[in-house]
């Protein structure tokens, strides 16, 4: 059955201080791996799609990267303002679309 | 604004009252999905239309009930609903191998 796990499933960091979210899956042929970002009280908003391991793709302070087993949301000297929860998603080759459960992330200025 | 747009963006219900839920679409997407997101919890998927035809309804209790009347309207119909059942509902709307764009979603409060 494909899975996503994510971890940690939250993380405080202060303003400044790199770190890495993980998203770890188990898929039957993947088409894609989506990053979200979901602010309190709204939908998720779409950040990046991968398609293929070794791609990565970035977005100011993020960037994510996939290997054939999991994928890294990069936090580049993070602010404030990226408080969020970060989910992640495989789209599996039927077109299957599975969450995984978000990782909490606070940045403390 | 994100081109989906869902209403009420909150609601409170007695476990014996009728309500719907709706979502509106102005990006001429083709697939339209309903999504359950309770705290801590991946998201659960509901439903999905594909040009307005329902593909998938993933064992969801019928006290839940979709439409979907044209390419750009959603609704989810809730009777009899369970306290249980609180959570936030999410609308989404996708084309082919791009992310999805979800609407704010509507925070429901079965009491």
Redesign the interface.
Same mark, same amino acid.
């Given at each position: 059955e494909d899975q996503?796990t994510q971890s940690p499933?939250a993380l405080r960091l202060q303003e400044g201080e790199s770190s890495s979210l993980n998203c770890s899956y188990t898929v039957s042929g993947l088409r894609?791996l989506?990053w979200?970002r979901q602010d309190p009280?709204?939908?998720?908003?779409?950040l990046f799609?991968l398609y293929s391991a070794g791609e990565e793709k970035e977005k100011e302070r993020l960037k994510a990267t996939l290997t054939k087993k999991e994928s890294f949301l990069h936090i580049t000297a993070p602010k404030p303002e990226d408080s969020a929860t970060y989910?992640c $998603?495989v789209q599996a080759n039927n077109n299957d679309?599975?969450?995984? $459960?978000?990782t909490r992330l606070t940045v403390k200025p | 604004e994100t081109g989906v747009t869902q209403t009420p963006r909150h609601l409170v219900m007695g476990m014996t009252n009728k309500k719907s839920l709706k979502c509106e679409q102005h990006l001429g997407h083709n697939a339209m999905y309903w999504y359950k997101q309770s705290a801590k919890k991946p998201l659960e998927l509901m439903f999905v239309y594909n040009f307005k035809e329902q593909t998938e309804n993933n064992s969801v209790p019928s006290r839940f009930s979709p439409e979907c009347p044209n390419s750009s309207h959603l609704f989810l119909h809730l009777h009899t609903l369970q306290p249980e059942d609180s959570a936030l509902y999410l609308c989404a709307i996708s084309r082919t191998n791009y992310g999805y764009t979800f609407g704010s979603g509507t925070r429901l409060t079965v009491v």
């Open positions: 996503v499933e894609g989506f979200y009280g709204k939908g998720p908003e779409f799609t989910l $998603a679309m599975r969450f995984g $459960a978000g | -």
